[in-house]
């Protein structure tokens, strides 16, 4: 037999294999035992998530001896052609190079033929997208009313490009990138099959360059036994994939942490000298932080794979900082990151952010100058209360203010004041008394000063001709040629 690629060999044969695909595997077991079985399925998600592996396992589920069933044996025959692609009753098309109306309207002719061997005739179509519209158009009517012994299950890695009258005549299914913890599960597992000595922080680094595939991780062993043989490191794994270590990883976050800018630009620069991909450095970067804050939270949170000794120093580091700080550095790397996308001097980048984040945790902010307030304020002691005023106590005069000195009206005029500032200005000059020819009252005046005697009380009250013989009054008369009218 010829060798077969690790992601191939170990390719998943029942739905227990599936792995990071729960919520997938529950509802396709649920619907067989149940008998809900839909006439057409789309399973959507990143490459190397499953969406082959699961189409082929549902097949054999619809196919088996005596199925429907979710426990079928993956080792009969029938399972084992599906498993093999040379099931006549399951045809695997891929949608890239049959993407025209004609390769449809030849599977419209073939859906009336019942199914060789099993229940059902299943159309897998790969790569749904490629179709063209038209092909889709003409796909519509099978697919809404196919006959009853035909399924189609289609995989795609981009819903968007799909129309949403295929969409809505399908069962969605959304596969999600698994997580690197269970991808180096799995790599161990397959290290401890074929006898090959893997380090688990080298599996780690595998898992995580594999972001969130199972087969480019399978791939990647693959290619470190063909590199290395029967031990693999995780400088094995760093050489060849150009991947960051959790120790660099962790030694650049506590720098980060401790604002020791000199440290963090020279591990860049170590980093970068050794050929060092800093695109993931960041991310792995992020990665750390964003670990750092759930840990804040949920002390029982993983590690991202970081060692345990450096993890409790960063823990330690993180804990002296506020919430915010960490989030305000996280979004300086994010916007970095958006920029080292397109950039070609990604160094640069790289150490500028740096710079920026690690400014940002030394400043201080006014929610720190309100904390500080607020917690001086519950020193300080209690200021006593004023004792009450008695109710019939009499209000205690205001003293009076003093006179101002009076400018003369002349000087107003020679200024160049208007004549209505003028007469202002004389009106305020005027004798303080009430007259009874202006009109109304004048109110009370300002007290007089001490050089102006006060006038006796039992003065008589002028006479209203006497207001109109004040000089004031005949200068305003004079200046705008007006005369009194009785």
């Known amino acids: 037999m010829s060798y077969q690629v690790f992601a191939r060999k170990y390719r998943p044969r029942t739905f227990a294999d599936i792995l990071g695909q729960d919520h997938v595997?529950?509802?396709?077991?649920?619907?067989?035992?149940?008998?809900?079985l839909a006439h057409a399925y789309l399973f959507v998600g990143p490459r190397g998530t499953g969406k082959t592996s699961t189409a082929r396992i549902l097949a054999k589920a619809l196919n088996c001896t005596g199925g429907p069933k979710a426990d079928f044996d993956p080792?009969?025959?029938?399972?084992?052609?599906?498993?093999?692609?040379?099931?006549?009753d399951v045809l695997e098309i891929d949608g890239a190079s049959n993407n025209g109306v004609e390769e449809v309207r030849q599977l419209r002719e073939t859906v009336r033929f019942a199914p060789a061997?099993?229940?059902?005739?299943?159309?897998?179509?790969?790569?749904?997208?490629?179709?063209?519209?038209?092909?889709?158009?003409?796909?519509?009517?099978?697919?809404?009313?196919?006959?009853?012994?035909?399924?189609?299950?289609?995989?795609?890695?981009?819903?968007?490009?799909?129309?949403?009258?295929?969409?809505?005549?399908?069962?969605r299914f959304d596969l999600r990138p698994i997580p690197a913890e269970t991808i180096a599960k799995q790599l161990l597992h397959i290290a401890s099959e074929e006898r090959i000595d893997l380090d688990e922080a080298a599996a780690w680094a595998i898992a995580k360059g594999a972001d969130g595939g199972m087969r480019d991780a399978q791939s990647m062993l693959d290619q470190l036994v063909a590199f290395c043989g029967e031990k693999i490191s995780e400088a094995n794994v760093l050489d060849v994939f150009g991947f960051t270590s959790r120790e660099t990883v962790a030694g650049l976050s506590l720098a980060l942490l401790s604002q020791d800018s000199a440290r963090a630009l020279e591990i860049v620069q170590r980093e970068a000298d050794a050929g060092r991909e800093l695109s993931q450095l960041l991310g792995?970067?992020?990665?750390?932080?964003?670990?750092?804050?759930?840990?804040?939270?949920?002390?029982?949170?993983?590690?991202?794979?970081?060692?345990?000794?450096?993890?409790?120093?960063?823990?330690?580091?993180?804990?002296?900082?506020?919430?915010?700080r960490l989030l305000a550095v996280i979004d300086i790397f994010a916007e970095t990151e958006g920029r080292m996308r397109w950039a070609t001097n990604k160094r640069l980048h790289l150490e500028i952010g740096l710079i920026k984040a690690?400014?940002?945790?030394?400043?201080?902010?006014?929610?720190?100058?309100?904390?500080?307030?607020?917690?001086?304020?519950?020193?300080?002691?209690?200021?006593?209360?004023?004792?009450?005023?008695?109710?019939d106590a009499e209000p205690v005069p205001e003293p009076e203010p003093q006179a101002?000195?009076?400018?003369?009206?002349?000087?107003?005029?020679?200024?160049g004041e208007s004549p209505l500032d003028t007469i202002d200005q004389m009106i305020a000059e005027a004798p303080d008394e009430p007259v009874e020819a202006v009109g109304k009252p004048k109110p009370k005046p300002a007290p007089k000063t001490?050089?102006?005697?006060?006038?006796?009380?039992?003065?008589?009250?002028?006479?209203?001709?006497?207001?109109?013989q004040d000089p004031l009054i005949q200068k305003a008369l004079d200046m705008f040629e007006a005369r009194i009218r009785k």
């Open 25 to 36: 595997v529950r509802t396709l077991e649920n619907a067989i035992s149940q008998d809900r």
């Open 75 to 88: 080792d009969e025959d029938i399972c084992q052609e599906i498993a093999e692609g040379r099931s006549l």
């Open 117 to 171: 061997r099993g229940q059902f005739k299943i159309y897998y179509i790969d790569e749904v997208h490629m179709l063209t519209n038209q092909a889709f158009n003409a796909l519509l009517k099978t697919l809404e009313e196919p006959p009853e012994h035909v399924k189609f299950i289609f995989a795609t890695t981009e819903p968007h490009k799909i129309l949403a009258t295929i969409l809505s005549r399908c069962q």
């Open 284 to 324: 792995e970067l992020i990665g750390g932080l964003r670990a750092l804050l759930v840990a804040g939270l949920d002390s029982e949170a993983g590690a991202e794979g970081i060692p345990a000794e450096s993890w409790k120093k960063m823990v330690e580091a993180a804990s002296a900082l506020p919430t915010e």
């Open 358 to 391: 690690v400014q940002s945790l030394g400043e201080v902010r006014i929610n720190d100058v309100i904390k500080i307030l607020a917690a001086g304020a519950q020193h300080l002691p209690e200021t006593p209360a004023a004792p009450p005023t008695k109710p």
């Open 404 to 415: 101002e000195s009076k400018p003369e009206p002349k000087a107003a005029a020679n200024a």
């Open 450 to 468: 001490e050089t102006a005697p006060e006038k006796p009380k039992d003065e008589p009250k002028p006479a209203a001709d006497d207001f109109y």
